[in-house]
T-cell receptor, first 113, second 107 residues
Framework: NAGVTQTPKFQVLKTGQSMTLQCAQD?????MSWYRQDPGMGLRLIHY???????DQGEVPNGYNVSRSTTEDFPLRLLSAAPSQTSVYFC????????????FGPGTRLLVL | GQSLEQPSEVTAVEGAIVQINCTYQ??????LSWYQQHDGGAPTFLSY??LDGLEETGRFSSFLSRSDSYGYLLLQELQMKDSASYFC????????WGAGTKLIIKP
């Protein structure tokens, strides 16, 4: 199993550009989520999904869109990048039953100029 | 409101025992998780307490008291590779994260 994979690893954007961060998992997990982590901080939840076709907002959803057309994939779209979105983005998945262990991808480091 | 408190930094000696405390205030409670994160890496799951008491996993143990809204992570026989940030995260799946505790281990 590859676990949770994220692409790209690094990205530089100019203000106003849009892009999609990819996340995929091969563990058949129902629950997936996106977090951002700023330097010296914990993670903040952006969006999450409890299954294909179901998404909901987390703590900091503004400026981001998500969709979940399959169990495996959960892309995060930045609509119009802003310098405040410079951060490290982590995708996570979890089996939506039993102990809520979250498995994280390696992260995407995003710099918005 | 929701809040979370952990010490920002803890220093310990290799081979020693260290305890990282966590107090929380949440609307509803669904358990307390602990994660480890090395610099530049992703968080990795360490332990989960859904009920009061102690959970032991090798050198790591975690404790929860729901009546006190308090938990701790106990790391024994510290090794240099345990130098990392540790996060307690109350919640079920939509976890609440604090700023974490940076554990510095000295030889």
């Amino acid at each position: 199993n590859a676990g949770v994979t994220q692409t790209p690893k690094f990205q530089v954007l100019k203000t106003g550009q849009s892009m999609t961060l990819q996340c995929a998992q091969d563990m058949n997990h129902e629950y997936m989520s996106w977090y951002r982590q700023d330097p010296g901080m914990g993670l903040r939840l952006i969006h999450y999904s409890v299954g294909a076709g179901i998404t909901d907002q987390g703590e900091v959803p503004n400026g981001y869109n998500v969709s979940r057309s399959t169990t495996e994939d959960f892309p995060l779209r930045l609509l119009s990048a802003a310098p405040s979105q410079t951060s490290v983005y982590f995708c996570a998945s979890s089996p939506y039953e039993g102990r809520p262990t979250q498995y994280f991808g390696p992260g995407t480091r995003l710099l918005v100029l | 409101g929701q809040s979370l408190e952990q010490p920002s930094e803890v220093t310990a000696v290799e081979g020693a025992i260290v305890q990282i405390n966590c107090t929380y205030q949440t609307s509803g409670f669904y358990g307390l998780s602990w994660y480890q994160q090395h610099d530049g890496g992703a968080p990795t799951f360490l332990s989960y307490n859904g009920l009061d008491g102690l959970e032991e996993t090798g050198r790591f143990s975690s404790f929860l008291s729901r009546s006190d809204s308090y938990g701790y992570l106990l790391l024994q026989e510290l090794q240099m590779k345990d130098s990392a940030s540790y996060f307690c995260a109350p919640g079920n799946y939509q976890l609440i994260w604090g700023a974490g505790t940076k554990l510095i281990i000295k030889p």
